[in-house]
T-cell receptor, first 112, second 113 residues
Framework: ETGVTQTPRHLVMGMTNKKSLKCEQHLGHNAMYWYKQSAKKPLELMFVYNFKEQTENNSVPSRFSPECPNSSHLFLHLHTLQPEDSALYLC???????????FGPGTRLTVT | AQTVTQSQPEMSVQEAETVTLSCTYDTSESDYYLFWYKQPPSRQMILVIRQEAYKQQNATENRFSVNFQKAAKSFSLKISDSQLGDAAMYFCAIAFGNEKLTFGTGTRLTIIP
């Protein structure tokens, strides 16, 4: 595997379910990001991790819970989501919070 | 706060022709970085080109070039000799210091064979 990978690519879940999104980067970067991409809206930065430490949380509801066990892996734990949380969730990584971020293919999440 | 505006939700161009995508931004910073990212239908976002605000020379990357007008806060992307593989959403973004990227809403580019 190369670059940034995300699993699953597609996820359908009910509002009472608990699921997790996984991101893995194979680039040796030390910063990782979660973005939410909704139609006709700018990418919304959700969380930033630098050297496994969370450095930014953009007022994201607590039903989204990130986890970064090491610099290569990033998770987004989901529980009791709302239909408006349906979106494409993108993971990205970079070196030293530099500007050139490398993105994964995303997880298309549908909340029913 | 920084903002990025892409006023063209959709654009189309004939294959082999040239197209320019517009981007304007607002920032109070004097030193910043500007980017164009491309997101093809497969969804993997990739960096197309970057421009440092302190550099007067416009960045180029093969068929992709920018027209950076700092005073006007404008950063357009020109794609020459358009190819079918150029079809994608294009996002303009800005960053300064060591801060996060701020993205525009994107322009969907269609290539007409």
């Amino acid at each position: 595997e190369t670059g940034v990978t995300q699993t699953p690519r597609h996820l359908v879940m009910g509002m009472t379910n608990k699921k997790s999104l996984k991101c893995e980067q194979h680039l040796g970067h030390n910063a990782m990001y979660w973005y939410k991409q909704s139609a006709k809206k700018p990418l919304e930065l959700m969380f930033v991790y630098n050297f496994k430490e969370q450095t930014e949380n953009n007022s994201v509801p607590s039903r989204f819970s990130p986890e970064c066990p090491n610099s290569s892996h990033l998770f987004l734990h989901l529980h009791t989501l709302q239909p408006e949380d349906s979106a494409l969730y993108l993971c990205a990584s970079s070196q030293d919070r530099a500007y050139e971020q490398y993105f994964g293919p995303g997880t298309r999440l549908t909340v029913t | 706060a920084q903002t990025v505006t892409q006023s063209q939700p959709e654009m189309s161009v004939q294959e082999a022709e040239t197209v320019t995508l517009s981007c304007t931004y607002d920032t109070s910073e004097s030193d910043y970085y500007l980017f164009w990212y491309k997101q093809p239908p497969s969804r993997q976002m990739i960096l197309v080109i970057r421009q440092e605000a302190y550099k007067q020379q416009n960045a180029t990357e093969n068929r992709f070039s920018v027209n950076f007008q700092k005073a006007a806060k404008s950063f357009s992307l020109k794609i020459s000799d358009s190819q079918l593989g150029d079809a994608a959403m294009y996002f303009c973004a800005i960053a300064f210091g060591n801060e996060k990227l701020t993205f525009g809403t994107g322009t969907r580019l269609t290539i007409i064979p």
